[in-house]
Each structure stands twice: as C-alpha cells, then as structure tokens.
C-alpha cells in the first residue's frame, strides 16, 4: 500500500519545497563558512605582515646598529648649539644623549641646516631631528611627531630702545624696518609671508644674527619665544623683547622621527617620562643660562 502524501514526504527528506529550501541553506552556510574562513585567513596574514614590517622598521634596525643618528643643526640655543671646539650643547641634545641610553644605543650627531633638514631627513641622513623643532604639516608627512616638549609662539626681538616700538606686525611692516631673518626655517616663512613692505635680510649664520640687530644692522627679528627671552638675557641692556600683547602665532616643538609605530613610541615613552619629572625643564633652565 503506497505511503499517505506527507508520509512519501517525509521518507524523502520534507516536501518538494522543503528539500530545495534545506539544499539551499546548506549552500549557505558552505559559502558563509568559507566566507569566514577566508577573512581570518586575510587577517592572519594582515597581521603576520605588520609583524614583520614593524620587527623590520626603524627601532628594530638602530638597535641592530647599535647606534641612533640625531640630525641637528646646532646654531639654536637653548636647543642646540655647537661650540668653537665643536662639541654641541643644549637641553636637546642633552635629552638626545638620554634617549639613546634609554633605547641601548649611542648617540650620532649629524649637523644639517633648516634650509636642508627636510631634504636631509627624506634622504635618510639621520632617524630623529631636534632642537626646536616646530611642528608642521610639511615635515609630518614624510616623519612622526613625538609628544611636544615646547609650546611657544613668535615674537620680535629689538634693541632696548625699540622695544615699544615694534609692539604689532603693522608696526613692523614699513618700509623704514630692517627686518632679518635665518634662512629656511619658520622664521623665514613667517617673515615673508606677513612681511611684504619691509625689507628683510636672510642673515645666513644663525649663531651671530642677533649681534647684526646690536650692532645697528638691523632693526628687529621675530623668532621664536623661547629664544627671544634667551638671547634678551645673554645680550641684557641691549637685546630686550618687544612688548607684544600677546605672540604672534602658537605652535608646537618635538622631535621629528622616522615612520615607525615603534620608535615613535619609545620616544613618546621616554618624553612623557622626562616631562613628568621635571628633567626636561631641568634641562632647559639650564640651557637657558
């Protein structure tokens, strides 16, 4: 006697519908299985990837050398300054020296300029740049930043008898200021771009610029904060800051390092460590003298 209709259906697995629909979600599930199978599998080797590209970047091949090149250009106090013997100074270089201790390595000077840092840093010259280094767009592209270790702003710098004078960028931008300028920098920048009726002079040597505003060769440069209140002290009745309400600009100094994950975190390690501590203003205050 042949089997009752739901009977035949259910010796054969369901209904007609029933058995395309099973087939169905079991192709489903095959292809979400290997869905999934192959999306871990692309993760896996993400991740294997960026393994080997981070045991293979920057940190991991100063420590193979034993040795982290430091680009610095040594013509800016209190950051970084070389010597008639040569030998550099300066609250940067002085973490420079503390930060390769703190990786295992030595440390390696490499003098470069502002005008050529960046084509230096891209051409790999040196791993980290510092001394008073302002962040910008232009140099994050091609490096990391670290953790600032100085907030400043620029301000202008004049003999003591124009320290009332030079008091706003109008006041400065006629045709009768000589202003002067180091080459390169963000102190070039921001000479030309706020600067179009005075003349400004490109002084080439960092080191003896302010002594071309005592001597009468110029009028008045606007640098970085930092340096103004330094060079006012080391030049005291004839070198003073112009009293500005406020700084012209706010930026950022830190240190520029090659992309790596990293090294950048090494170095953001040991900076937040210097700046908690109060080692980092040690050295500058005594830089500063």
């Known amino acids: 006697m042949a089997a009752p209709p739901k009977m035949a259906w259910r010796a054969a697995g369901g209904p007609p519908g029933d058995r395309f629909a099973g087939r169905s979600r079991n192709r489903l599930r095959g292809t979400m299985v290997k869905s999934y199978l192959a999306a871990a599998a692309l993760v896996a080797l993400t991740l294997t990837a960026s393994a080997a590209w981070a045991a293979d970047g920057a940190l991991a091949e100063i420590q193979k050398a034993g040795v982290i090149r430091i680009g610095t250009t040594g013509d800016y106090k209190p950051f970084s300054y070389k010597g008639a013997d040569g030998s550099l100074t300066g609250a940067d270089i002085s973490m420079a020296k503390d930060l390769a201790a703190s990786l295992g390595v030595k440390a390696e000077f490499v003098t470069t300029t502002w005008k050529t840092m960046l084509d230096d840093f891209k051409a790999g010259k040196f791993d980290v740049a ?48 000589r202003v002067i300028v180091n080459p390169g920098g963000t102190n070039d920048k921001f000479a030309h771009q706020h ?3 005075a003349p400004i002079e490109v002084f080439p040597d960092n080191k003896v610029i302010f002594g071309q505003i005592a001597a009468g060769k110029a009028d008045v440069m606007v640098t970085d904060g930092v340096e103004v209140d330094l ?3 080391l ?27 990293a090294l950048k ?9 210097e700046l908690d501590s109060g080692n980092w203003k040690k050295k500058l205050d005594a830089a500063m003298q």
Not at 235 to 261: I, Q
């Open 265 to 273: 975190a090494a170095v953001d390690a040991f900076m937040r460590k």
């Open 235 to 261: 030049n005291a009745g004839v070198l003073c800051p112009v009293a500005v309400k406020e700084p012209f600009t706010h930026f950022e100094n830190a240190y520029l390092l090659r992309k790596d994950p």
């Open 195 to 197: 600067f179009k009726k």
């Open 231 to 233: 060079q006012s002290k």
């Open 130 to 177: 510092l001394g008073g280094i302002t962040v910008n767009p232009a140099r994050a592209e091609v490096g990391d930043f670290s953790v600032s270790n100085v907030s400043d702003g620029k301000r202008p710098i004049a003999r003591c008898a124009d320290k009332d004078k030079y008091t706003t960028l109008e006041a400065i931008d006629q045709p009768t200021v």
